[in-house]
């Protein structure tokens, strides 16, 4: 046998092999990542760093939908024009934290870490060492702290503080504890801000320190920062920073989603390019996303999209109604494309009336806010012929109400008056007094004119034909209905103003009431059934109308859960204001929720084929950047 060579007769062989060894061992240890073809002619003309330096220390792993992907290809889109705010933040769902696919849990994302003390009082976020905006700036604690410090705690740029931050009667407090790690401190306990930081809006605590500065008062010279307000057509410094701050019209705020705006704000289109420093992989090591561009088409109305859609002219397109199915099923082999149905988790009724608490209309008030005459409609209403006309046989009655597998849900409260019993409908009536009749059979009003309410449908939700169905079962009632088809836009605009009598739309808030309260407690201006008492509450008394007790004792209710010291406390307090809602009516739930369909063409891959959605951004929480075009 060969004699082993000497280290003292080979040195300069042996010390080569050694070293070779040594980087083929760190090789192997070392990760290898890989990257967009239109980002390496980037990096190869001197434009973007290698991709390993553009990814974080620790990128978050994504596991795709059905296989590893292929670079490349637009994704075409069309929304409502009223939709501007959610355009390409529909197609993003980065918070702090984040949900898993099926709702389960909350996991990490942009936070590679977190840990929530024992008494619920403390939670400590890890960020990602190396992390980058899309400008390659590095992400760090800063920039949780400018989001805390300077826009929560300004006064000018958040008049009043996020409520959701509010815990005891005191505002969180956040601290820096190092460049990747910041603890959050509350006066009770919490647990609930696990998931307010999973949330598509309320997880966002972040914000780009770096870029935003020059906009703000604490760090801009005044003289250049007035210039700058001036410019651009303002008359304070924070509606500009507000401007600064809209990633959905300003293409040079720096984003941490896998695309970036490419051009201002269309009136039409919006244009986005792939995020070079995009913090997540596919288990191969490609940076994500797959899909270079991002086209948005605003249209006019709802059937605009649908058109789009049996064209072909759209690769992945939610914003789409069950009524719709027929006709959506009916073009796919033309269109190419396929589609699926997917449980809206988010939804707690398909259609909702919201009677307007705060109507200043002197002759329908009264009857409004009574109890009693809601009931009445809510008897009249044949729930069971508008889900087989309206839904092909889905849904069923109820009320708006949270669904069958959540925690707090009573099957009592879903079904309160949801019966179709219109003798016992006119009993109430008449008990009210509204016992004179008009030449048609319509019921007097105590003046003597005709009870007439005035029904806004928001044009979007294809209430349409639930309308005039609903006119017919009151119209059983001796109540006239009339009903006025609003654009979207407008719907909004009159329902959070209050100037509605009686509003028609779908019902939120079906999965995490407390993530979603506007839908159920006076929490917001866009709280359809109250919205002057929710903009008391969310101005802390300087706007708005100051509810009643009984509405106070709802506020309290809430509040009261936010920082519930169990969770079965906090379920006790959700079913309590359930309770108040099933005696009450504020709200008249019709049927519940259909499926919601989803579009897409038929190469467009790792699109679930079976999927609970809520409302979280349902594009975005499935995970477009690790969805691809098949070749």
Do not use: C
């Not at 040594?22 to 990257?35: C, D, K, N, R």
């Not at 390019?273 to 709802?302: C, F, M």
């Not at 200043?360 to 409609?377: C, G, Q």
């Not at 999927?611 to 950047?625: C, H, K, R, T, W």
Request: no cysteine.
């Amino acid at each position: 046998m060969r004699s082993l060579m000497s280290w003292k007769k080979y040195p300069l062989y042996l010390l080569t092999v050694v070293l070779f060894l040594g980087l083929a061992l760190a090789a192997q240890g070392a990760p290898v990542y890989s990257e967009a073809p239109m980002l390496t002619e980037l990096v190869a003309q001197g434009l973007l760093p290698p991709v390993a330096e553009r990814l974080p220390v620790e990128p978050l792993v994504v596991e795709p939908v059905e296989e590893i992907g292929q670079y490349g290809g637009i994704w075409r889109s069309a929304y409502p024009n009223d939709w501007l705010g959610y355009t390409l933040n529909g197609l993003v769902y980065d918070p702090i934290l984040r949900w898993s696919r099926d709702f389960s849990a909350v996991e990490p994302n942009i936070a590679q870490g977190y840990e929530l003390s024992a008494d619920g009082k403390q939670l400590t976020l890890y960020l990602r060492p190396g992390m980058k905006w899309s400008d390659g700036h590095p992400f760090t604690a800063d920039d949780i702290m400018f989001w805390y410090e300077d826009m929560v705690l300004n006064q000018e740029v958040s008049p009043v503080p996020p409520a959701w931050l509010q815990v005891g009667g005191q505002l969180a407090e956040v601290r820096k504890v190092d460049d990747y790690t910041v603890t959050m401190h509350f006066a009770e306990p919490y647990s609930l801000v696990l998931q307010h930081l999973a949330s598509a809006w309320t997880g966002v605590v972040f914000a780009p320190k770096h870029y935003l500065a020059q906009f703000h008062a604490n760090y801009a010279d005044p003289a250049e920062l007035d210039r700058l307000v001036k410019d651009a057509g303002y008359q304070f410094w924070y509606q500009l920073f507000a401007a600064k701050n809209d990633l959905s019209i300003n293409a040079e705020r720096p984003v941490v989603g896998p695309w970036v705006l490419a051009s201002e704000q269309g009136v039409t289109r919006m244009v986005a390019e792939r995020n070079p420093y995009y913090w997540k992989v596919d288990p191969a090591g490609n940076q994500l996303p797959y899909i270079d561009r991002i086209h948005l088409e605003t249209l006019q109305s709802i059937d605009m999209i649908n058109l789009k859609v049996l064209a072909g002219e759209v690769d992945y397109q939610d914003a789409l109604v069950f009524g719709d199915i027929t006709l959506l099923l009916e073009g796919a082999d033309r269109g190419d494309y396929r589609v699926l149905l997917y449980d809206n988790a988010g939804a707690s009724a398909g259609y909702v009336l919201y009677f307007n608490q705060n109507s200043t209309d002197a002759d329908l008030a009264p009857l409004l806010t009574d109890a009693e005459f809601r009931k009445a409609l809510s008897l009249g209403i044949n729930r069971e012929l508008i889900a087989e006309l309206v839904q092909m046989g889905f849904g069923e009655p109820r009320q708006m109400h949270v669904h069958k597998w959540s925690p707090y849900y009573v099957e009592e409260y879903a079904k309160a008056y949801t019966e179709h019993d219109p003798q016992r409908a006119n009993e109430i009536l008449d008990s009210l007094g509204l016992t004179q009749r008009d030449s048609a059979g319509y019921r007097r009003l105590p003046n003597g004119k005709t009870l007439e309410i005035i029904l806004d449908v928001n044009d979007w939700s294809r209430a349409a034909e639930v309308a005039e169905l609903l006119k017919e079962n009151w119209a059983e009632l001796g109540i006239k209905l009339a009903v006025r088809t609003l654009q979207s836009n407008h719907w909004f605009t009159s329902t959070s103003a209050g100037e509605h009598q009686v509003a028609l739309y779908m019902g939120g808030g079906g999965d995490y009431p407390l993530l979603s309260p506007l839908w159920y407690y006076p929490v917001s201006m866009y709280t359809y059934w109250a919205p002057k008492w929710g903009m008391w509450y969310e101005t802390g008394g300087t706007g708005g109308i100051e509810p009643p007790a009984e509405m106070k004792e709802l506020l309290r209710l809430y509040e009261a859960a936010m920082v519930a010291p169990s969770e079965e406390e906090g379920v006790r307090l959700v079913k309590e204001m359930f309770r108040l809602h099933a005696e009450n009516l504020w709200t008249i739930g019709i049927i519940s929720e259909p499926p919601t369909p989803i579009v897409a063409t038929n190469n467009l891959r790792n699109v679930p084929e079976e999927q609970v959605i809520s409302g979280l951004n349902n594009a975005g929480f499935l995970g477009p950047e690790q969805m691809f075009f098949k070749k």
